[in-house]
């Protein structure tokens, strides 16, 4: 429980100016704003809604936040968009749980000063769903729906809100009715589809057909659907048919419109997507014949305006794929030269560094560009920092996505070659096959079963370790991978081969 004299502070620090009068609420309706101030308070909601945890996009979020409450001071909507910014914040520095947790009181004060607006109520449920009240998030969910039934979003919480309880059918129809919901949105429309997919609503090749014809039926711009294309790779974490279900829709864009480079774009990303197969070195590795897919579909694109420093940023990550340190220091010299985002050259920067084993001087990198926390910081400080610090961020991740087999994938790998946690490694990578068989996921789990097997050899428990060695086998054992990661236990590797192989 957060003490109300906190949640009162916090308050006050949200409002730049005098406390507005609760019987007046929220005295500026949305549409009483002129036209300009809609456009910027809309500005502001989307650039919430796509938080990347960016510190100068942070800060200009902060800045517009208070420079909109300055000439609104009375205006409730902007000071949800502020708390829940702040929250955002939090969570990216101690954990979602934390950071929703911050946010459910003050939400809920906000709300009776303006009981009227509507993205409140679904703001508030994600919190409590976030913390795990999801008790509480039901009330809020049913308001936002009586305030705006026909937006898609009170139906897209309540499939999180299913998702999170495990109830997986009712997760995917309820992701579906927001789908309907969604024409024009390709945000809801992303968000929609990943919930779908990960909740098995995409068990073949047929229901993504299926789902891609719903798709277009509801939404057939092609501008729009490249960028719901966009939104959904932007979330892809090995979703069951989601990969299926965009290359249909992307046939379907195709044949009714001319490709423009932004949607090329799509479809080299689209291959890497599925060409992946696991990490190694701080770089993703790709299949060859997905990567030339990949570089030729980029070849289309040439240097097009708008899409130059994505295109720039795939042909790096095809680069860091095939160990081609030239080809990638020229790319990050190509970048500069092209004044590009100095964020993205200094993470790639990062992923050069790593490549040479340079950890300590990847961590310095990350602090003085002022980068924000991702998987590859964790494993450089695996390697070379804070292993406490890299526990925290997998955890961290966990927390926001628990269902995604990726980061389930690699907290086990985490757990195996930082602490030699067969158990653990084996709950984790159990979890994300579970969800979504993976090549990486797979050998994280085969080889800390070998280890657990070797245990029991080494202990004299050979039944014990008949058994496991058979699950690994099960699972698929590759003895050349297992003796290259097994670091410091390998003699429980080797004994676990040398008695059943």
Sequence with gaps: MIPKRVVSALLAALIVSAQPS???GGSFQLQQLSPS????????????????????????VQADIKNFSASHPDFVPIQVEAAYAKSLYVSDGLGTIIGSKSFTPIIVELQKRDPTYARSYILGARAFIFSGDLASARPQLAKAAELDGNAPWADLTWALLFDRAGERN??????????AKAAGQPLAMAKAIVIIARNGGVPDDKSAEMLADQIYRIEGNASTLTTVIS???????????LLQTLAQLAQRVSSASAPTPKFQLQI???YLSAGYMYEEAGAARYRQD????????????????????MAWNLRFAIAASNDDLPQMQQLIADGEKKNYSVQTIAHNKGVLLYAQKKFKELIALYKEAGLPDDNLLARANERGGS????KRYYLRQLEMLPTAPNLNGNYASFLLTRFADADGAIEYAGKAMALMPYENARQTLSLALLLKSGRYV????????????????????????????????????KAALQAFQ
């Design 22 to 24: 609760l019987a007046f």
């Design 268 to 270: 080299a990303r689209w």
């Design 458 to 493: 080494r202990s004299g428990n050979l039944p014990e370790a008949r058994n496991t060695f058979e699950q690994a086998s099960l699972v698929g054992i590759d003895p050349d991978y297992a003796r290259k990661w097994c670091f410091d236990f390998c003699d429980d590797v």
């Design 231 to 241: 939104e959904t790779l932007d979330r892809y974490s090995f979703q069951p048919g």
């Design 290 to 309: 997905y990567a030339k897919a990949a570089l030729d579909t980029l070849d289309k694109i040439q240097d097009a305006p708008d899409v130059a420093q």
């Design 170 to 179: 009712k997760a995917a129809t309820s992701a579906r009715a927001s789908l």
């Design 37 to 60: 101030d809609r456009a910027a308070f809309d500005a502001i909601v989307s650039a919430v809604d796509n938080w990347q945890s960016d510190p100068a996009q942070v800060a200009k």
């Design 387 to 390: 292993v406490e610090f890299a």
